[in-house]
Each structure stands twice: as structure tokens, then as C-alpha cells.
């Protein structure tokens, strides 16, 4: 599986920015997939992630009422809709990938594939 994530940039707080994730290979529909986001001296952290089939989501308490994961199996992508942005959640933000998982994964081990990442930069 390989992922590529797109959609970052400079916003200014209070803005909305939607992130996308790429995915190629044929198990994209049967896997668990999630955002993470590492800021500059701090540890990476989930964001958001969502189950197989996107009936099931689970986000950090942070960002909570303001992003939205969603995923379109058909296009082999994943989205993260931010809004409300503050400068805390200025980061660089990764998607990740468990193939034949049909569970909702919360925990950064769980994942196997990890995208580029993609820079979020949000001003006051």
C-alpha cells in the first residue's frame, strides 16, 4: 500500500482546509486508516481514524467538533475536513494505512503503511 497525502498549506486561524489521502493497491476497502499529526518537538498523535467501511470514527478530544475523517472506498481516498483551525493545530500531518483490519485502530503501532505527510500551517 502506498499513500500519498495532498491538501496542506497556510491558513489563517478560524479557516477550513480538507485534506486528502491517495491510496494505491486493492485492500484500501478492507483496511482500518487514520490521520496523525506531528508538531515540532512534540511526539506524533492521532487526530482522527475511521473504520473499513466508515461506519465507525474516533477522533482526539482536541480536534473534536471541528474535523471530520471520511473516506471514499470507490476512490481509494481518505479526507480529514478541518475546521475551525487554531494555530496549536499547525503540524505535519500523516496518513496510515492497516490493510485487512476491520477494526478502529487508535494507536500509532497498529498502523503499517504511513504516507509523506503533508504541512498545515495555521497563523493568528
Known amino acids: 500500500v502506498q499513500l500519498q497525502a495532498s491538501g496542506g498549506g497556510s491558513v489563517q486561524a478560524g479557516g477550513s482546509a480538507r485534506l486528502s489521502c491517495a491510496a494505491s493497491g486493492r485492500t484500501f476497502s478492507t483496511s482500518a486508516m487514520g490521520w496523525f499529526r506531528q508538531a515540532p518537538g512534540k511526539e506524533r498523535e492521532l487526530v482522527a481514524v475511521i473504520s473499513w467501511g466508515g461506519a465507525s470514527t474516533h477522533y482526539a478530544d482536541s480536534v473534536k467538533g471541528r474535523f471530520i475523517i471520511s473516506r471514499d472506498n470507490a476512490k481509494n481516498t481518505v479526507y480529514l475536513q478541518m475546521n475551525g483551525l487554531k494555530p496549536e493545530d499547525t503540524a505535519v500531518y500523516y496518513c496510515?494505512?492497516?490493510?485487512?483490519?476491520?477494526?478502529?485502530?487508535?494507536?500509532?503501532?497498529?498502523?503499517?503503511?504511513w504516507g509523506q505527510g503533508t504541512q498545515v500551517t495555521v497563523s493568528s
Open positions: 496510515a494505512a492497516a490493510p485487512d483490519n476491520y477494526g478502529l485502530l487508535t494507536s500509532l503501532n497498529e498502523y503499517d503503511y
